[in-house]
């Protein structure tokens, strides 16, 4: 299941000059017995929001910690700014971090939260006090640097969590799942004003997040881990069409997946067999290849039997299951004898006249069906 | 009509104040026995029959206060106990931080077995104990002559009872130190490294002061424990290095002036009671964890 990624895909090739902001090559970490991270390979340019993602205990959050200098890796090299810094304690890496219970010093307010970076490298007295007003205001939280950190909402606090990170100028912010802990809502909010600053700034960023909806949100790059290993490193939109594992799939809300087999391969255009029909679908594998075919609902179409089949095929016959009103459309699950009778999420218009045990024409999208090639069992998430 | 009503105007049982009986009991005990003690000080010693005089006098109070020998003593408890306070929290504070992050469960356990071991040993035994590994041919002695070294007189010295007390008052420290530390998220400690701290700074701008209700608590037990010793300075100074509560017991029992000794009880209350308000007020109630009252 793992695939080498020698060379992850990387962003703003116009900066090729420089080195890139971090470089991270065949990391592992190792506690005890247990592997957190697994041969981890990225690279990072400046100025790129990267997101890594991935169920809790993937070691998404070791990996993170090893970059900001709390970890040491066990094997392999981590690079900022093309130095190796292996021998680099935490304090001594420009890099600010916001955590996930923000770690607000609560003995202090606001401002001299901010300040604190500022005083512990040195910087002069007045211009410690200018930088402080500067950054509550990128914030948005002029006036408010007198209070401490429990008189602040959650949000005020995030925002302080995050002018204190920003606040000495780094080269690279790293985010744990600091907005894990907010209400949907606000967490939302955040999203955009945390990818706000961001861009204002140009600062380099990883975050790191279970969250797949907030990686796609926030991200120019997006790692997805799971048990310590990289899956996929892309861009929100790649990831996002074209999942290259199974594992990966389900993780994006990938609803339905079953398995194919590769007739014939004409660059990314694959013609698959399955179940003694003919799809077409796109993906990396060569003829003969078994492999996993996803699909997400909303590029599965539903339409009463008899309808005229659209123009290319990809139309299979099966029987309507369940239809689940939801107002300006209907959520389907449909039952393809050619798929072994395995149930398929879908979409039909609210008008479509559905109703269960119906039979219907199910139109898989041919550019959205993605195979890759299959996992074995004991490899499934 | 609604019969909801009559429970409303049922008395609740006031289930606070039940459970507060206890301890109110037994500090209404103390209260009374302090009573008895302030009453007993302001009765002279009728050196012609050698019973209290019936009438009050602050008497008692005036002659204790006139001899140096109180101050001097007053001022070597005080000092004991500053320095014994000191010397416990420099020691009780790495144990504890020790004992609260390290990873390893078997260091934990072994901390903790060391922290509640001397518990078993009273503090008489444990003077005692000191008095053999300290005497001149002791244990301490023979390592020192061993080394090629003069055997030195380690025992009844100031330094000496400092230290038993020191080593007496150490896991009361480290016990109340270690809720106040435990409290304190490691990740604060590392969002002071990522912002550019080095571990001297980090202790100094963030663990210290989050750790202040413990250190203030810590400090209050130990100093006012210390204040009030009585056989440490006893067995290990041997009579040389007398606090404050020898005296005490000295007036009771060697020279049987029971109203001086009250007196000097009372002083020495009252003094230690001034030096710990002192620093409730300077560190306020809510270092210790109390809700802030606005």
Known sequence: MTRDVPNPPTLMPDAATAPPMVEIQGVSKRFGDTVAVADASLTLERGAFLTIVGPSGCGKTTLLRMIAGFEHPSAGRIRIHGADVAALPAHKRAIGMVFQRLALFPHMSAADNIAYPLRRRGHAKAGIAARVEEMLALVRLDGLGERRPHELSGGQQQRVAIARALAFGPDLLLLDEPLSALDRHLREGMQLEFRRIQQDLGVTTINVTHDQREALVMSDQIVVMNHGRIEQASDPHTLYREPQTRFVASFLGVTSLFAAEVAAADGDRLTLRVGGETLRGRGLAAPGDAVDCAIRAEHVTVAPAGTPPREGGNTLPGICERVIFEGDRSAVIVRLPALGDRPVSAFAPAAAGLSAGAPVAVHLDPDTLFAFRATTKEELP | ?294
């Not at chain 2, 408890?77 to 469960?105: K, Q």
């Not at chain 2, 002791?138 to 400092?162: C, E, H, I, K, R």
């Open chain 2, 1 to 294: 009509m609604n019969a909801g009503a009559a429970p409303a105007t049922r008395r609740r049982l006031p289930t606070g104040w039940l459970l507060l009986a206890p301890a109110l009991l037994l500090t209404g005990v103390l209260l009374i026995g302090l009573g008895q003690m302030l009453e007993l000080s302001l009765h002279e010693l009728d050196l012609s029959n050698y019973r209290l005089k019936p009438e009050y006098s602050l008497a008692n109070y005036e002659t204790v206060l006139s001899r140096p020998v109180t101050w001097r003593v007053l001022l070597r408890t005080f000092a004991g106990a500053g320095l014994v306070t000191l010397a416990t929290l420099i020691l009780a504070f790495p144990y504890a931080y020790l004992l609260v992050r390290t990873p390893s469960a078997l260091v934990r356990k072994a901390l903790l077995v060391a922290l509640f071991l001397p518990f078993f040993i009273g503090q008489v035994v444990r003077a005692y104990g000191w008095l053999i590994i300290l005497g001149r041919e002791g244990l301490a002695n023979a390592v020192l002559t061993g080394l090629g070294l003069p055997a030195q007189d380690l025992l009844f010295s100031y330094g000496t009872v400092l230290f038993g007390l020191v080593q007496y008052m150490l896991p009361f420290a480290v016990l109340l130190l270690i809720p106040a530390l435990a409290a304190i998220p490691d990740d604060i400690e590392r969002a002071s490294e990522g912002l550019g701290a080095n571990w001297p700074s980090t202790f100094l701008f963030v663990l210290l002061p989050l750790a202040r209700p413990g250190l203030i608590g810590a400090s209050v037990v130990v100093f006012t424990l210390t204040l009030t010793d009585f056989a440490m300075p006893e067995i290990l100074g041997g009579g040389t290095q007398d606090f404050f509560a020898s005296a005490i017991y000295d007036a009771f029992f060697q020279i049987s002036n029971a109203g001086q000794g009250a007196a000097l009880a009372m002083l020495l209350t009252g003094l230690g009671s001034a030096v710990v308000a002192v620093i409730f007020i300077l560190a306020g109630t809510g270092t210790l964890g109390f809700r802030q009252s606005r």
